[in-house]
């Protein structure tokens, strides 16, 4: 079992920027990881992923070059860079990390961050 700890979620005003963080709390094999998100009365979507090794990275076509997915390998941990944020980007993010290094696109990966809202609004 890996336990995933988000955080930096908040509210922000639209055209503004957040920083998602996250990370296992044990250690572990360097993991593919991503980020899905929920809006209320919506199912929840992929957003974005990397590789365990940083090298490829993945994005819903809704991100438009406005979100950076990266990976810090000494902290094992990834970040989630939001700009130019849209009132329809409010929802609840999950952190997301799949069993080994490769990204899947059949399905979000096996461990799940507890979430943490993100509200664009004036």
């Known amino acids: 079992q890996v336990h995933l700890v988000e955080s930096g979620g908040g509210l922000v005003q639209p055209g503004g920027s957040l920083r998602l963080s996250c990370a296992p709390a044990e250690r572990t094999f360097s993991l593919a990881m991503g980020w899905f998100r929920q809006a209320p009365g919506k199912e929840r979507e992929f957003v974005t992923a990397?590789?365990?090794?940083?090298?490829?990275?993945y994005y819903a076509r809704f991100v438009e070059d406005r979100f950076t997915i990266s990976r810090d390998g000494a902290k094992n941990t990834v970040y989630l860079q939001m700009n130019r944020l849209k009132p329809e980007d409010t929802a609840v993010y999950y952190c997301?990390?799949?069993?080994?290094?490769?990204?899947?696109?059949?399905?979000?990966?096996?461990?799940w961050g507890q979430g943490t809202q993100v509200t664009v609004s004036p």
């Open positions: 990397i590789s365990g090794n940083g090298r490829f990275t």
């Open positions: 997301n990390a799949w069993r080994g290094p490769n990204y899947s696109d059949q399905g979000p990966g096996d461990y």
